[in-house]
């Protein structure tokens, strides 16, 4: 069993920056790709970043140039520097994660979520 756990949430005022981090725990033998997904009430969740285990990335339209996903493989913990934030970045951000777990079992996990509000 693995558990990512999501820290730094938060509210700011447009322009602001957050940092989002979320460390990954268990029987974990090895991570692939990391990412943050993005829900807004009454929408569905939206990948915003992804990182593969090589480190290469992927962004959302919306956020390139703003937000950066980067990862410490030494600490199973991915980051998300937020910056320039705007109120429609407001929302609840998962991270998400496919390990392969000690017992070479490829699972999908996700956290419980943090909240990012932005205000105008």
Do not use: H
Not at 63 to 73: A, E, L, Q
Request: contains cysteine; hydrophobic residues 35%.
């Amino acid at each position: 069993q693995v558990q990512l756990v999501e820290s730094g949430g938060g509210l700011v005022q447009a322009g602001g920056s957050l940092r989002l981090s979320c460390a990954a725990s268990g029987s974990i033998f090895s991570i692939n790709d990391m990412s943050w997904y993005r829900q807004d009430p009454g929408k569905q969740r939206e990948l915003v970043a992804l990182i593969s285990s090589g480190g290469n990335t992927n962004y959302l339209d919306s956020v390139k140039g703003r937000f950066t996903i980067s990862r410490d493989n030494t600490k199973n913990t991915v980051y998300l520097q937020m910056n320039s934030l705007k109120p429609e970045d407001t929302g609840v951000y998962y991270c998400n994660a496919d390990v392969i777990e000690r017992a070479y079992l490829a699972m999908n996990y996700w956290g419980k979520g943090t909240l990012v509000t932005v205000s105008s």
